[in-house]
T-cell receptor, first 118, second 112 residues
Framework: DGGITQSPKYLFRKEGQNVTLSCEQN?????MYWYRQDPGQGLRLIYY???????QKGDIAEGYSVSREKKESFPLTVTSAQKNPTAFYLC?????????????????FGQGTRLTVV | DAKTTQPPSMDCAEGRAANLPCNHS???????VYWYRQIHSQGPQYIIH???NNETNEMASLIITEDRKSSTLILPHATLRDTAVYYC?????????????FGTGTQLKVEL
């Protein structure tokens, strides 16, 4: 089945360690996104990528890094520089909106990774 | 992307219509209005989107005002399973429109 997969669902790490969250999609989407969600809050954009080998910072990129070497994959690394890494992380993908009119460009989300740093 | 404003919470009786408002007074001509919802601890789910005409699908209806400065998502017969946070987003159709920014949304609680 086509979709977007995040793994693992739950992740525990010690403070000071880098950790990489996986996001894979087989929807042939150009655009991919990473969001962070804290309890009772909305989604905040960390990084997004509009095409392979290109990505842009979102609103809260500090302490995070990404790569987009393949269309299907957009891994997120939470570095030790991120002050409050414990959060729910969501990955999404969509067709590019460039030049669209009525075609569906909705984003599809993974089920999220809940990262706890102790 | 234009900023949106939504009430933080709303209640609705099961079986009644839920009308969720959204203000987007700075929307530009090529920006679409999208609605998503997020059930607790899951990834958000797409509901509907539109540009200026009203839209309807199997999940909901979207009513956009003539000046496009506000919209309303309508769930015609709300059920308990519609309890979720509903996000209204405006998104452009140009290259920069790939950025997808969420606000804090409206927590809809459907009750018996």
């Amino acid at each position: 089945d086509g979709g977007i997969t995040q793994s693992p669902k739950y992740l525990f790490r010690k403070e000071g360690q880098n950790v990489t969250l996986s996001c894979e999609q087989n929807l042939n989407h150009d655009a991919m996104y990473w969001y962070r969600q804290d309890p009772g809050q909305g989604l905040r954009l960390i990084y997004y990528s509009q095409i392979v080998n290109d990505f842009q910072k979102g609103d809260i990129a500090e302490g995070y890094s990404v790569s987009r070497e393949k269309k299907e994959s957009f891994p997120l690394t939470v570095t030790s520089a991120q002050k409050n890494p414990t959060a729910f992380y969501l990955c999404a993908s969509s067709k590019s909106t460039a030049g669209t009119s009525k075609m569906n460009t909705e984003a599809f989300f993974g089920q999220g990774t809940r990262l706890t740093v102790v | 992307d234009a900023k949106t404003t939504q009430p933080p919470s709303m209640d609705c009786a099961e079986g009644r219509a839920a009308n969720l408002p959204c203000n987007h007074s700075t929307i530009s001509g090529n920006e679409y209005v999208y609605w998503y919802r997020q059930i607790h601890s899951q990834g958000p789910q797409y509901i509907i989107h539109g540009l200026k005409n009203n839209e309807t699908n199997e999940m909901a209806s979207l009513i956009i005002t003539e000046d496009r400065k506000s919209s309303t998502l309508i769930l015609p017969h709300a059920t308990l399973r519609d309890t979720a946070v509903y996000y209204c987003i405006v998104r452009g159709a140009t290259g920069g429109g790939n950025k997808l920014t969420f606000g804090t949304g409206t927590q809809l609680k459907v009750e018996l």
